[in-house]
Structure formats: C-alpha cells, structure tokens
C-alpha cells in the first residue's frame, strides 16, 4: 500500500493490456494463470508489469491448477487473480465452487470465445451460464459485465474491492472483442479518486494459538451431514441476498413508455445503446436496459423498466443464455420478450435498429 | 478542429503483407489526433496462413460496436481478401485494391461506390522499397478519407519504428515517401478521374 502505482494517463490499448494494469493499481499480488487465447496477454502484460511492482506471476499446468493455486494465494491473504476463456472456464468451475464454498475473494477475469468445446478463439456471449451458475452449488459469485476498455479497467479494480469485502468469487467478464481491440481510456491510481483498496488478509497462518488467542481458522468444503451442510448453504444464501442490493449495477435509458426496450449486456450494450439513439433521433420510442452484474442480476430495476415498456428485444451473442436470466427476473409479468440470438457472432447497431423497427411495425398494425 | 468524422475501415490481405499494422498505426494516429477510434484484428486458430483482416473505426463519438456490417474504405489485397471482404461491401463503399495482386476483374465487388485500383506493389518496387507495399496502402487510406492528417500518420509511424528510424534514417524517408506517395495516387486517380 505505498504512494500512487499509476499516473492518471489517457491510454490507447487492448483490453488483455488493461486487465494487466488495472491488477497493478488495484494492488493484486500474484497472477496465475494458464494460456488460453484470447486471453493470453492479460499474463503476458501482467509478466513485463509484475517485476516493475514488486508482483509474482506463475505459470501452472492447467486451469484447474491455476484456480487452486489462486485460492491458495488468497488463503496466504494475498490478492490473487487468474484469467481464462471458453474451455478454461470450464475447468476454472471446479476451484471456483470451492472459492464459494469457503466464501474465498478469489477474481477470475473471463475473455468469453466461441463455443461449445474449442468451437472459436474469437469471440461470443457463451459463458453466461457457466460464469454466473456454474459449478456445482448455487452460484454465490457476484460477475460484472463490461462493456468497453474503460469499464473493464474500472471493474478489474472494483472487482479485487467486491471480492475482500463480501468474501464471495468474483468475475470480470469480457469477451475475445473487448481482450483484442484497442480504444481510448483513462488508467489512473485509484487511491487518487479516492477508491480505497480493501486490505487482504490471511485465512491460515496467522498469529497466536488457535482456540486461546484467537478463533480457530476453520475452512471447511467438506461435511458429514445433509443438516450441516444445508444449514451452511443456507446461512450464505442469506448472505448473498443481503449484500446483493449493494452489488447490483445495471444502466437504463427511456424505458419509460418504450414501444422496444432493448435488453442487452457486455459489448453488445454498446450497440444496443446505439441503436436505441438512432431510433429516437428517426422518432421511435425506444429505450435501453443493460444489466452491469449479471450476479447478482439487477432484478428489481429490471422489472420496473419492463413494466414500463411495450415489448422487450433482448439481444446476446449465444442462443438464450442471458435471455433465460432475464426471463427468470420478469416471472410474473406479462410483457413479451423477443430474442435476436447470435451465437458466436458480433451484433451490430444497425441491425439491432432494424428488428427494433420491425417490432414498432407489427405492433402498430395489430393495435 | 471541426472536422466532423465517422469512418469505418476494413484492410484484409495474406498474412505477412502488413495489413494488422496498416489499420494499428492508423488507429493509433487517429488517437493522437483526438478522435474516438476502435481498432480490431479479426484472429482464427491458425499461427499463419489465411486472410488477415482488421477492423477500425474513427470518430468523434465514442464508437458503438467492435464490429460493422458495411465499410466505407475497404482495402483488398489479395484475391481471397477480396472475397472474404465482399460482404463489408456496400453501395456506399469505395473499394480499394492493388491490380498487381492478381485480382481478377470479375471478382471485383461492383455494389462498391468506388473502385480504386492502386499500384502500390509497382510503385513501392519502382520508385521505394517492396516492403513499404503496405505503407503506399495507408496513403492511399488517408487519401481517400483525410481521416488523419499525414503529419499524424508520420508520427505514428515514429512511434512503432522509431527505434528502427534511429538506426538508419533512410528508413524514415522511405516511409513517409511511402505515405506521401499512397495519397498522391488516391488525389491523381479522384482528380484525373481515373478508374
């Protein structure tokens, strides 16, 4: 915790680049990590950043490696990370359930890629159920969404922040787009703005006698009974509900009264954001709905702008895996939900715009 | 500085012609400029081989999507980029290849606007160097678009080969006669009406 990492600089880099730095300023430790395109700078970055400040970076022989090396890091009381993509973050679900299991502020940076399997090294939105519910518990993560340069240097801060305050696994999750392309952005310390980093501590080797100086460190991802066990999940249900409010982030604009709320998340906000400009400027009442965590989902800000609009498009890069989100928020209400899937494909504005228009048509002629 | 600018640029030709560093500096020339600009290469599974694409994008609005569906330049290079960019192609495209890059005519997108035949591969062996084939290419870029002013795109180029700049200055000349020479073909072809 010495003076500034980082001078506030206006930079124009990719994204791999940005997770590299923005660790620095958020004061991470140690990187381990697995390559696996295309995330694959976010280790080189961090390897030409790391000995500058001071950091470690090690190398393991698989994802599943470098998500229990990171959970031991954490337990050391060190701010720990590793990045993945596609068929890692399959992998990457075994130590993450455990990180949940023992409430352990793990952050997994994801750069989504095509899939199933290899599938691409490009680009999707295909890792939404695998980063929000995967493993095998109840998904206890809290997984931000970004959508562009800046955002992913502002939540890969805020991520390491999330992660040691709550105790829960946190993801930054981005895309093969957003880990390649180079645009503008403003790198700066946070300790400058004012963001404070939340202090690491150490779950095992701390001092004095365990039991007479202080409680006994106890980390269990074991039980004997199905009582213990429920009880304990339970008890981080509670949790999780508790401090979900103080997560959540989500972006709106002109839901009220929109003939088409676009409901989109990730880098393909970007294009529903404007899209729904272009439609305003032509006179459509349009309005725009972006989930920022997609765990835990802005559910109540969702269903008041949904109960506000006429007809929901929502948009992802993968055949329903953020509309089934979605659709779990709205239960009750009767408002219809229109997909434009593209599984494994970029979205553009223009075509956004277009089935929006499309939608307004039909709507009017059955009115 | 009231230029009001939004362009959307596609360069794709064989790997090893340059094409990731043509859309890199241009994009990092439009940063340095002050504009909004979003450069992206299109990357598959292969190590080499295969048709290399990149996408940029320039602004004063903060651009929207990584990717577009129509371009307003789009640069071919080889016969397979031309049909692997044929669908960034529209009517309100101009169309920018190298009639020495074995490019039959009738594999030319005729919804382009505009079809450029540039030579750059004759005047970067006649005149330059065939290296600086892809430097002639950004010329005829900023010729046709003004999207930058060719003092940016020098200091750019400064930026990215610099150090190499320094060890033998010549280098430099032939790069910036390397640009100098891509607009003065775009200017010579849009004046005279060439084409």
């Not at chain 1, 990171?70 to 992998?91: E, Q, W």
């Not at chain 1, 404070?196 to 095992?204: F, K």
């Not at chain 1, 305003?280 to 802005?298: I, S």
């Not at chain 2, 005729?110 to 970067?124: G, S, W």
Request: net charge neutral.
């Amino acid at each position: 915790m010495s003076g500034a990492v980082m001078a506030e600089k206006r930079v124009f880099m990719t994204g791999n680049e940005v997770v590299a730095w923005a660790a620095v300023a958020a004061r991470a430790d140690v990187m381990y990590g697995y390559p696996i395109t295309p995330q694959n700078e976010v280790m080189h970055y961090w390897t030409r950043l790391a000995p500058k400040h001071g950091k470690i970076f090690l190398q393991t022989e698989d994802e599943l490696s470098a998500g229990f090396a990171t959970i031991g890091g954490v337990l050391a009381g060190k701010k720990c990370f590793t990045a993945t993509a596609g068929p890692g973050n399959v992998l990457m679900q075994e130590p993450v359930s455990m990180a949940e299991m023992m409430r352990l502020p793990v952050v997994v940076v994801v750069m989504q890629r095509g899939g199933p399997s290899t599938a691409t090294v490009i680009y999707s939105q295909q890792e939404v159920t695998l980063t929000t519910f995967g493993g095998n518990g109840e998904g206890f993560r809290v997984v931000y969404s970004t959508a562009g340069l800046q955002e992913l240097y502002d939540h890969t801060i805020k991520a390491f922040n999330t992660a040691w305050r709550y105790r829960f696994p946190v993801f930054v999750l981005a895309d093969g787009y957003q880990a390649k392309m180079r645009e503008p952005l403003t790198v700066y310390d946070p300790v400058e703005r004012g963001i404070e980093p939340v202090a690491p501590e150490p779950y095992v080797g701390r001092p004095g006698k365990p039991g007479a100086d202080r409680p006994p460190g106890h980390y269990r991802n074991t039980y004997n009974t199905e009582e213990e066990l429920y009880a304990v999940v339970l008890e981080q249900a509670a949790e999780y509900e508790r401090v979900a409010p103080e997560i959540v982030e989500h972006e709106e604009s002109g839901a009220e009264g929109a003939a088409v709320l676009v409901v989109a998340h990730g880098v393909v906000a970007r294009a529903a954001k404007q899209a729904v400009e272009l439609l305003r400027a032509e006179g459509l009442k349009a309005g725009y709905f972006r989930p920022v965590t997609l765990r835990p989902l802005p559910a109540e800000a969702l269903r008041t702008a949904a109960g506000r609009a006429g007809r929901l498009l929502v948009v992802e890069s993968a055949y329903g895996q953020f509309a089934r989100l979605v659709r779990d928020a709205l239960y009750g209400l009767t408002v219809d939900v229109v997909p434009l899937y593209k599984p494994g494909l970029g979205i553009t504005a223009e075509e956004i715009a277009s089935r929006c228009r499309e939608l307004a048509a039909s709507s009017a002629r059955t009115e | 500085m009231e230029r009001k600018r939004s362009i959307k640029i596609v360069v794709a030709g064989e790997g090893g012609q340059g094409v990731q560093a043509v859309a890199e500096i241009l994009a990092e020339a439009a940063y340095e400029d002050g504009a909004q600009a979003l450069y992206i290469p299109a990357f598959g599974v292969e190590q080499r081989g295969g048709v290399s694409l990149a996408f940029l994008q320039i602004s004063d609005q903060p651009v929207a999507a990584p990717k577009f569906e129509k371009g307003d330049i789009v640069v071919a290079l080889s016969e397979r980029a031309v049909r692997r960019t044929r669908q960034y192609v529209g009517p309100e495209t101009v169309f920018i290849y190298d009639g020495l890059a074995e490019i039959k005519e009738e594999e030319l997108p005729r919804t382009a606007r505009r079809i450029l035949n540039i030579p750059a591969v004759a005047v970067a062996r006649a005149e330059l160097h065939p290296r600086v084939f892809n430097i002639v290419i950004m010329g005829a870029v900023i010729g046709a678009t003004r999207v930058v002013p060719v003092d940016q795109a020098k200091k750019a180029l400064e930026k990215r080969l610099g150090y190499k700049f320094e060890q033998d200055p010549k280098l430099r000349e032939l790069n910036h006669r390397a640009l100098e020479r891509g607009v003065e073909l775009v200017d010579g072809i849009l004046k005279g009406g060439g084409n």
